[in-house]
């Protein structure tokens, strides 16, 4: 997305039924669905991922450890079944027939919401898109988006090719699941950059699916078909960074030295990598914004305006000494 919406949206007069909804939820008043957390508590569906790495736990845990019952709500979380989108339309339409008071959504697929969000809506219950976004981006169906700005990550990433390789380089990208809204914002922000300069050869792309063993065997191939002649991999996230290391290394070469490898997410598992010289660029993508998302809901549920883009700012590390000093402190 190459031009960020910031737009203030103003809660509906719908939303300010929501807060009637809401209100009603939490007094246990049930007028509504039985969404109500009783006990006065913010009923929260969490339409969520489930099990995909390392950076999808820190985010999911952090959220579930930000909407405790101490804070006022009754959070309700409902990951995905393998990653499939039906199994997530289905949890969002249980979550609109309860009548919850707001729904959480993390999209294992960019597109197919329409309907539901306008479901949502109909019910006058608000949505907060965490981390994913949609496409098409109609930010009239959802009440606000928390994530850090993937087409600026991206283009950090480029922006240290460039500096890494003044005279240019052969690169090879390792793509999330074609269809998620992260994926085509990261190509975006690196093809933005890197289709500037000529001197800059793609050697081609392909998903290996966030995932450390299917992105050594892609890349393993790539080198042996390229003659190992490949001096950068953009790797769209950390496990998929760390597979390309792997098959580096089993190629006999050096990664760091032979093949610079960049990856985005910024998990302990690389910035250790990144410490040791595997990985040569990790561009933070932070998953711990639970607090954020609680903010946002409150102001949603209070009528307040909310932009329909909350950019979570996101740090990058360049060298074993940046890695080994954010070690210590790491939270995920
Ligand atoms: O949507 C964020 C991406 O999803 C992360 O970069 C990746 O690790 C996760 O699986």
Redesign the pocket.
């Known amino acids: 997305m190459g031009i960020r919406k910031r737009v203030t949206q103003a809660i509906s007069i719908a939303a300010g039924g929501v807060l009637a909804l809401g209100l009603a939820g939490c007094s246990g008043d049930d007028s509504g669905g039985d969404g109500g957390g009783g006990d006065g508590l913010v009923t929260v569906g969490f339409v969520a ?1 489930g099990p ?5 736990e820190a ?1 999911e845990t952090n959220i579930r450890e930000t909407f405790t019952e101490e804070a006022g709500f009754d959070l309700r979380y409902a990951p995905a079944r393998n990653l499939d989108q039906t199994s997530q339309i289905d949890a969002f339409t249980s979550f609109v027939d309860e009548g919850v008071d707001v729904i959480l959504l ?1 999209a294992t697929e960019g597109s197919g919401w329409e309907d539901s969000l306008r479901r949502a809506q109909e019910a006058e219950i608000p949505v907060i898109l965490i ?2 976004g949609i496409e098409p981006d109609d930010d009239s169906l959802y009440v606000t988006r928390i ?1 850090p700005d ?1 087409y600026e990550v991206s283009q950090g990433v480029a922006e240290w090719a460039l500096s890494a390789f003044p005279d240019g380089a052969n690169y090879f990208v390792l793509e ?1 699941p074609p269809g ?3 994926v085509n914002e990261r190509n975006e922000g690196w093809n933005d950059v890197i289709g500037e300069h000529p001197e800059f050869v793609s050697l081609g792309a392909q998903t290996a699916n ?1 995932s450390t063993e299917e992105a050594r065997s892609v890349f393993e191939t790539v080198l042996r078909s390229n003659n190992n002649d490949v001096q950068i991999v953009f790797a ?4 998929m960074g760390l597979g390309a290391a792997q098959a580096v290394e089993e190629a006999g070469l050096t990664p760091g030295v032979d093949v610079q490898i960049a990856t ?2 910024g ?1 302990r598992g690389a910035l250790e990598a990144l410490a040791d010289g595997r990985l040569s660029f990790v561009a933070e ?1 932070n ?1 711990l914004f639970g607090e954020t998302a609680l903010e946002m809901v409150n102001q949603a549920l209070e009528g307040e305006e909310v932009d329909s883009y909350v950019i979570v700012p996101s740090g990058t590390f360049d060298s074993p000494e940046a890695a080994t000093a954010a070690l210590p402190d790491r939270k995920y």
Not at 236 to 239: G, M, R
């Open positions: 991922v995909e790495g390392a950076w999808r985010n993390s981390d994913r994530a993937n999330g998620v809204s992260v966030w769209q996230n950390d496990e985005i997410d998990t993508y998953p």
